[in-house]
């Protein structure tokens, strides 16, 4: 059973042009979360998304941010018009459907994007 | 808010030494609380977790118990290893929510 897949694993861009993060999270799993990391700190929450819903995105800057889950294809995090200090490890993670509790959440191996 | 603190490293072991990280949390409610660990290079994997008081989480040789009382989850191991060299974090998920909350990471060197 493959793991979550991330692409690209490393991501350079400019200042101002739009970084495109792709998420594939394990089979069967309907839920997909996203996480920032800046250099020397811990992951911060951006996303909780299950398929062709947002649920959560209180971790989410106001602008230049999005993220989408449709119902075919992976998880995206779009990155408009990007600066410097955008310049992160960026991790996915995806759980499956359970009737309550707290789900277990399984990471991928993250997308390293660097903004010149 | 929900916040987990952890203590700050590097921590430098010899192998076979005894190793005790620790965690403490605020949060309201009853919340879930995980040890991860990330390898160089890598994304996180779940070492262990623990749903309620009193639980002892606990995958090779790593354990943790959840104390209410001292709002607490120390990650420990009797014996630790080179390969055991990581950053490890400590992590709390809030009672009804979904997301994880972080700590800021210990990174463990062991030498040999």
């Known amino acids: 059973n493959a793991g979550v897949m991330q692409n690209p694993r490393h991501l350079v861009r400019r200042r101002g042009q739009e970084a495109r993060l792709r998420c594939s999270p394990m089979?069967?799993?309907?839920?997909v979360y996203w996480y920032r990391q800046l250099p020397e700190e811990g992951l911060k929450f951006m996303v909780y998304?299950?398929?062709?819903?947002?649920?959560?995105e209180s971790g989410m800057p106001k602008e230049r941010f999005s993220a989408e889950f449709p119902k075919e294809g992976p998880s995206i995090l779009r990155i408009q018009q990007v600066v410097r200090g955008d310049s992160a490890a960026y991790f996915c993670?995806?759980?499956?459907?359970?009737?309550?509790?707290?789900?277990?959440?399984?990471f991928g191996p993250g997308t390293r994007l660097t903004v010149l | 808010g929900d916040s987990v603190t952890q203590m700050e490293g590097p921590v430098t072991l010899s192998e076979e030494a005894f190793l005790t990280i620790n965690c403490t949390y605020t949060?309201?409610?009853?919340?879930?609380l995980f040890w991860y660990v990330q390898y160089p290079g890598e994304g996180l994997q779940l070492l262990l977790k623990?749903?309620?008081?009193?639980d002892k989480g606990s995958n090779k040789g790593f354990e943790a118990t959840y104390r209410k009382e001292t709002t607490s989850f120390h990650l420990e191991k009797g014996s630790v290893q080179v390969s055991d060299s990581a950053v490890y974090f400590c992590?709390?998920?809030?009672?009804?929510?979904?997301?994880?909350?972080f700590g800021t990471g210990t990174r463990l060197l062991v030498s040999p």
């Open positions: 993670a995806s759980s499956p459907r359970l009737a309550g509790g707290t789900d277990t959440q399984y």
């Open positions: 089979k069967g799993h309907s839920h």
């Open positions: 998304l299950q398929k062709e819903n947002i649920i959560d």
């Open positions: 949060a309201t409610g009853y919340p879930s």
């Open positions: 623990a749903t309620k008081a009193d």
């Open positions: 992590a709390l998920s809030p009672s009804g929510f979904q997301k994880l909350v």
